[in-house]
C-alpha cells in the first residue's frame, strides 16, 4: 500500500499560478508512474498530467499544455504540479494517483489516490 497526501490548492485569480504537492508514504515510490486528475461540479474526472516513474517523459491532456509541468523528486517522494496562466475552467478538485495497471489516461487504472485539493480560479 501507498498513501498520498495533496497540498497546495487554494484560490487564485485568472491569470495566477499555483504549485500543488504529492508526498507518497509506504511502499517504493520511485518505482511508480504518477498521474493528476481533476473533477470539476457535475463532471467526471479527468487527466490531467502523467509522468513516468524516472520523471524523463510527461504527458498532458492538450488543455493545460505549455501552462503546467509535471514534475518528481523521488528522494523526497514526491511529486509536483506547477500551474501557470490558470483560467477559470481549471476550476476542480485535483487528485495524484499511483500505479496505474494499463492506459496512464484512464482514472481507473490507477490503483492508489489522494484525498484531493481544491482548486479554484476566479475570474
Known amino acids: 500500500q501507498v498513501q498520498l497526501v495533496e497540498s497546495g490548492g487554494g484560490l487564485v485569480q485568472t491569470g495566477g499560478f499555483l504549485r500543488l504537492s504529492c508526498a507518497a508514504f509506504?511502499?517504493?515510490?520511485?518505482?511508480?508512474?504518477m498521474g493528476w486528475f481533476r473533477q470539476a461540479p457535475g463532471k467526471e474526472r479527468e487527466f490531467v498530467a502523467a509522468i513516468s516513474w524516472s520523471g524523463s517523459r510527461t504527458y498532458y491532456t492538450d488543455s493545460v499544455k505549455g501552462r503546467f509541468t509535471f514534475s518528481r523528486d523521488n528522494a523526497k517522494n514526491t511529486v509536483y504540479l506547477q500551474m501557470n496562466s490558470l483560467k477559470p475552467e481549471d476550476t476542480a478538485i485535483y487528485y495524484c494517483?499511483?500505479?496505474?495497471?494499463?492506459?496512464?489516461?484512464?482514472?481507473?487504472?490507477?490503483?492508489?489516490w489522494g484525498q484531493g485539493t481544491q482548486v479554484t480560479v476566479s475570474s
Open positions: 509506504g511502499r517504493t515510490f520511485s518505482s511508480y508512474l
Open positions: 494517483a499511483a500505479d496505474p495497471s494499463g492506459s496512464y489516461i484512464s482514472w481507473s487504472r490507477y490503483n492508489f
